[in-house]
């Protein structure tokens, strides 16, 4: 028989039950034993007149007298203590079975549980206490596990469509031109354009999808790399890097870059800046505007992008940290492959930090990022020593 937990509980609570009842019997023929002397008192050598008209010497009656009432005593309490000990054994046995069917049950429910059926549920209705709040543990643990489930499924047929879309266009296009016997020299280059820029936005997207990755799995404060940065060279960077597109654009960029210093990955805190000012320039509309500031107090560093541009639904918001979201734009449009705010919301869980965005009025959208100041951050510097041959 397996020590289980039911059992344990049986045992336990028999032991404490019988042994109890065995220190009252005790207690009870210690009693009794000291006080039925009733002749105590009595001069040496009377005798009592029994009920049938003998006599006896006192103290010897006395004697049979507590011999018997003892012996009757514990006879009827061992007796009495077994059927009480029999009854408590059962009954703290069923009563353990009762309390632990909600364990029965989320056992069962693991033992079931897979991709097709992560929408079973316990679902205690009993009383409430450690079981249930065990049951109600177990009911969100599945709710979240579901949730990662679908979101995973959902990423894996976006990103997939997102690639086989570039596929497509180089193989029809490559498929057209081969099959047409009068193609020439230009129809050939034509093709190769639309080869390469298909090819560069798969390459893009697996650029994206890569980061993406590393910086979910540096989540939690889980960073490889702790160094000191400065969020405002991030943003000057990667502004630097797309003037000639906001030129071209004729937007009106207005900054206010104060010191932002953090302690984290410059690749991926560079990643993030850039993210926020493409996404801020290609969903903008001609004349637009963008504004940026870096700030930092009281233990927080804090990076704001807005920008004018199509009007987005506040109830749209939280959805664009979502991968494969181009808030307004379908998923097969040229803007992007959709992973620009996911990416920076994952830097941020990876850095400590949130990530908050809010629709404008009339359009547009401003982000805001709050990472810990460098003052609150440790720097983690990792060395690995290389011992040289002959050494």
């Not at 028999?14 to 008192?41: F, K, R, Y």
């Not at 233990?299 to 109830?315: D, F, H, K, M, S």
Request: proline share 4%; aromatic share 4%.
């Amino acid at each position: 028989m397996r020590p289980t937990l039911r059992l344990r509980l049986t045992l336990l609570n028999g032991i404490l039950l019988i042994g109890a009842g065995a220190v009252l019997v005790l207690l009870a023929w210690l009693l009794v034993s000291e006080s039925l002397h009733p002749v105590d008192e009595l001069r040496e050598g009377s005798a009592v007149t029994l009920s049938d008209g003998s006599t006896r010497d006192a103290l010897t009656w006395q004697a049979d007298m507590v011999a018997q009432a003892s012996r009757e005593l514990l006879i009827n309490g061992f007796s009495a203590l077994v059927a009480i000990g029999i009854i408590g054994i059962a009954g703290a046995y069923a009563v353990a079975g009762r309390a632990l069917r909600p364990l029965h049950s989320v056992t069962q429910t693991a033992r079931r549980l897979g991709e097709e059926t992560l929408d079973q549920r316990i679902r205690y209705s009993g009383a409430d206490d450690e079981v249930a709040e065990l049951a109600r543990t177990f009911d969100a643990m599945l709710d979240r596990l579901a949730a990662a489930f679908e979101s995973q499924k959902r990423f894996v047929a976006n990103a997939s469509h997102e690639l086989r879309t570039p596929l497509a266009v180089m193989r029809t296009e490559i498929d057209v031109t081969l099959s047409d016997d009068e193609a020439d020299v230009a129809e050939y280059r034509r093709m190769a354009k639309v080869v390469r820029n298909a090819s560069e936005r798969a390459n893009g997207l697996v650029d994206a999808l890569l980061v993406l990755a590393r910086s979910e799995a540096q989540s939690g404060r889980r960073l490889v790399r702790k160094v000191p940065a400065d969020l405002a060279t991030s943003v000057y960077n990667a502004l630097s890097a797309v003037r000639v597109e906001a030129d071209r654009m004729k937007l009106e960029v207005t900054t206010d870059l104060e010191p932002a210093p953090v302690v984290g990955d410059p690749s991926l805190l560079d990643r993030l800046a850039g993210n926020l000012i493409e996404n801020a320039i290609r969903y903008n509309h001609l004349l637009g505007r963008l504004w940026l500031r870096t700030e930092s107090a009281n233990g927080q560093t804090r990076l704001i992008v807005g920008n004018t541009g199509y009007e987005v639904e506040p109830a749209d918001v939280p959805g664009l940290f979502e991968p494969f979201r181009r808030g307004g734009w379908e998923r097969t449009g040229s803007r992007g492959s959709g992973l620009g705010l996911s990416i920076v919301r994952a830097v941020c869980d990876a850095h400590g930090g949130t990530v908050s965005a809010v629709a404008q009025e009339g359009g547009g959208l401003e982000v805001t990022v709050v990472l810990p100041a460098a003052d609150t951050t440790p720097v983690v510097a990792a060395t690995a020593a290389v011992p040289r041959p002959g050494r």
